[in-house]
C-alpha cells in the first residue's frame, strides 16, 4: 500500500442495484439516499432515507463501484 492509500480515505457510500420485491424490477440506488426511492415499474418503496444510510427495502443484487 502506498503512503497516499493510507492518507485519503475510501468513501463508505456505493451505489447499489436493487430488485424490487413485488415486480422484479431492477434499479440503482445510492446506498446514503436522501430522498424515498419508488421502484420505476410498480411504484412499491424499495429505498427510505434514515439519516445516514438509507433502510433498502428490496435486495440487493450488485454492489456497484
Do not use: Y
Not at 23 to 36: K, M
Not at 43 to 55: D, L
Amino acid at each position: 500500500m502506498s503512503d497516499w492509500e493510507s492518507l485519503i480515505p475510501r468513501p463508505s457510500s456505493r451505489f447499489l442495484r436493487v430488485r424490487c420485491e413485488k415486480c422484479d424490477g431492477e434499479q440503482v440506488v445510492f446506498s446514503h439516499a436522501t430522498h424515498t426511492v419508488r421502484c420505476r415499474t410498480c411504484g412499491e418503496v424499495i429505498a427510505e432515507p434514515t439519516g445516514g444510510k438509507a433502510r433498502i427495502r428490496g435486495s440487493i443484487v450488485a454492489v456497484l463501484g
